[in-house]
């Protein structure tokens, strides 16, 4: 169903760009979807919804708990945390527990296994350590299975199986003065002791359900897209989905997820329906096999080189050498600044700051106005197209790409059900799902709506952390988070978080958590060389990139208020990002973080000699 039908986007020149229509439509179409109850709106897959949350793939096995004592204990085996594991192996670190919630290690890519799952960042800067594991990616733009299965050759490669605890969620972090070790227990009555802790729990964890009044009352089969049930469609990512031959099958939500997962329904469901609420905003995707005769000609270290130069340009670094990447998070690069960090070195010089928001914004035009020329082109059924297209700037929800998605509408068994009008799905009966008047009777709803964002770990009020003088972490950070270049903080010693916190965003997130990996082996690495009694970032150091992110912050409050509601700004009741975010963007952050690394680190270690300098240092304590 591939298409390659497209308008030249040079075509749209900025006369043809009605400006303030533009502006009077987005907003219009702002204001008829906020609703008073925000993020509230959604459901949790906790208590009596808690089965949609069940893990479909791995058989949870009974063990004893465990009372194990480690140099390292990683909670998480996502990209971020299984990367810190193998750097820290790669340093000479033995005694490693990991430990995951899943049943095996992948975080997103183990979860989310719906059919035509794929990483929309390019595999060859997206899939770690492909130098390391001798793999080169089969795909351009990789199904998650390949994902998944590269993480599993990254955690066979360092060795990582022996340390792992599946199905194991950590629910304290205690820190032990006397011993200088972290005391954390899990939900299988695991009590273990720990000199270092690096929480690597991601940001999109638990899926969440829709505020669907009668959701209870429906009948049918259901389940959320990040916990596929194979057993009721059959087949697997790649297809086979002949369960579905007989079925009328309801999709509610069009994000990235339900973007990619429409196009393979159609192929299997007597008949699908598509439930739209807002429509996502659909790039080229180009994906294709990997050339091999590409492959062979790589250089030793391609894939650092690939990356960084991925993230400069959209970051709008001066390139020292080409530009390798290109599509149509590339092409889209500016239409993203306002919601993306970065130097934008690459801007014409002496451009004032109004000149210069103009012409974001008309490129932000331009872009989203080719979109919706393009789904005129694909789109047969004119009122079908018209309800396709996405009125709102281009970052205020995460693009989606796509060369069949938009395709899968002019299938006979296909059918967009547009519920803006109603302020999306009105009810859910024992059979149906209602929109306004109309009943739509279907076997099965398959929820694409997403994860509650950034709720994991440190952050989820689920995993009390109490540090230095029994400090506890949330009171801690009631006034706004305090970290240490977003990984080490102040009265929590040898503590590390990983994520987007107080670091800088890229959309390649993965490349992201492996340089900050990087940095907290290197961290902890030294304060083993050093004999370091313990790792706490100092309070003058964490104020002080408290105030590096405020100086330097970018203010996207505006943007995000007048943007369409989502998870980007929770709702529609956007909040600043300065303090949140470095927004100079990673290779300044990188830049920043290589040359900290050169020096003595003594914001962070803390000598063997501590108690006799701390005495006469009483800033550096945290009582
Ligand atoms: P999402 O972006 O949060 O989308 C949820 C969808 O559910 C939206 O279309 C939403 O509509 C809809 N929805 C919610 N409540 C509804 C209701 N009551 N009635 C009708 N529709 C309703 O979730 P997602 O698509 O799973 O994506 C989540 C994130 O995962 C993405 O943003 C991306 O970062 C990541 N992801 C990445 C990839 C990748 O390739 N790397 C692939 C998939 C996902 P509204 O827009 O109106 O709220």
Redesign the pocket.
């Given at each position: 169903m591939s298409d390659s039908r497209t308008t030249p986007r040079e075509t749209a020149i900025d006369d043809d760009i009605d400006v303030e229509a533009l502006r009077a439509k987005y907003a219009a179409e702002r204001d008829r979807?906020i609703r008073p109850d925000g993020a509230t709106q959604y459901r949790k897959t906790k208590g009596e919804w808690g089965y949609y949350a069940r893990d479909p793939y791995t058989e949870r096995q009974e063990r004893e708990p465990r009372t194990d004592d480690v140099e390292a204990l990683i909670i998480g085996t996502g990209i971020g945390g299984l990367s810190a594991a193998a750097r820290l192996r790669e340093k000479g670190v033995e005694s490693i527990r990991i430990m995951d919630d899943a049943g095996d290690v992948g975080g997103t890519w183990y979860w989310?296994r719906y059919p035509n799952?794929?990483?929309?960042?390019e595999s060859y800067v997206y899939m770690p350590f492909l130098e390391t594991i001798g793999y080169i990616p089969k795909w351009r733009y990789a199904p998650g299975e390949e994902i998944r299965q590269g993480l599993t050759k990254v955690a066979q490669h360092f060795d990582l199986y022996r340390d792992a605890l599946f199905h194991t969620k950590a629910t304290s972090l205690d820190w032990d003065e006397e011993t200088q070790r972290w005391q954390v227990t899990t939900d299988r009555g695991d009590r273990f002791q720990a000199r270092f802790v690096i929480i690597g729990t991601g940001s999109?964890t638990d899926p969440k359900l829709?505020?669907?009044p009668g959701i209870e009352d429906y009948k049918g089969h259901t389940f959320h897209?990040a916990r596929w049930d194979y057993g009721y469609t059959g087949g697997d990512q790649f297809g086979g989905l002949t369960g579905l031959a007989d079925k009328r099958v309801a999709v509610?939500?069009?994000?990235?997820?339900?973007v990619?997962l429409v196009p393979m329904l159609a192929k299997y469901a007597k008949e699908l329906l598509v439930?739209?609420?807002?429509p996502?905003s659909i790039g080229i995707r180009g994906n294709g096999p990997t050339d091999p005769e590409w492959a062979a000609s790589l250089k030793p270290g391609w894939q650092e080189e690939r990356a960084r130069n991925f993230a400069a340009v959209l970051a709008g670094e001066r390139l020292v050498g080409e530009q390798v990447v290109e599509d149509d998070w590339v092409r889209t690069a500016r239409a993203q600044r306002p919601m993306t960090s970065g130097r934008f070195l690459d801007d014409e010089p002496g451009l004032s700051p109004e000149e210069l928001e103009r012409r974001i914004e008309l490129d932000d035009f331009r872009t989203t106005n080719w979109m919706r020329a393009r789904i005129d082109e694909i789109v047969d059924d004119p009122a079908t197209a018209e309800a396709l297209k996405p009125w709102y700037r281009y970052m205020c929800?995460?693009p989606a790409f796509s060369d069949e998605y938009l395709q899968a509408f002019n299938l006979p068994n296909v059918r967009l059900v547009d519920?803006s009008t109603a302020g999306?799905?009105t009810r859910m009966t024992e059979n149906a799902v209602v929109v306004g008047d109309e009943e739509y009777e279907v076997d099965c709803v398959i929820f694409?709506?997403?994860?509650d964002f950034g709720v994991s770990g440190l952050m989820s009020g689920e995993l009390p952390t109490t540090g230095r003088n029994g400090k506890q972490l949330l009171e801690v950070w009631m006034t706004g988070p305090r970290t240490l270049h977003g990984c080490a903080m102040d009265d929590f010693p040898n503590l590390f978080n990983m994520g987007l916190l107080q670091n800088a965003s890229s959309v390649n997130l993965s490349y992201m958590l492996q340089t900050q990996a990087q940095h907290v082996a290197a961290i902890i690495d030294r304060a083993r060389q050093t004999g370091a009694k313990r790792i706490e970032a100092s309070k003058e150091s964490v104020d002080a990139w408290l105030r590096l992110l405020r100086e330097t912050g970018r203010d996207n409050t505006r943007y995000s208020e007048e943007c369409t509601?989502?998870?980007y700004n929770r709702e529609g009741n956007a909040r600043s990002n300065v303090g949140m975010t470095f927004s100079p963007g990673p290779i300044a952050f990188w830049e920043i973080l290589e040359e900290w690394r050169a020096g003595d680190m003594s914001d962070v270690l803390v000598p063997a000699d501590a108690d006799a300098r701390e005495s006469a240092a009483p800033a550096r304590t945290s009582g």
């Open positions: 979807r989310n799952v794929h990483c929309d960042v999109f829709p505020g669907i897209t509610v939500g069009t994000g990235a997820t339900g990619q439930f739209q609420r807002t996502s929800k995460r519920t999306g799905i694409a709506t997403g994860f509601p989502g998870y």
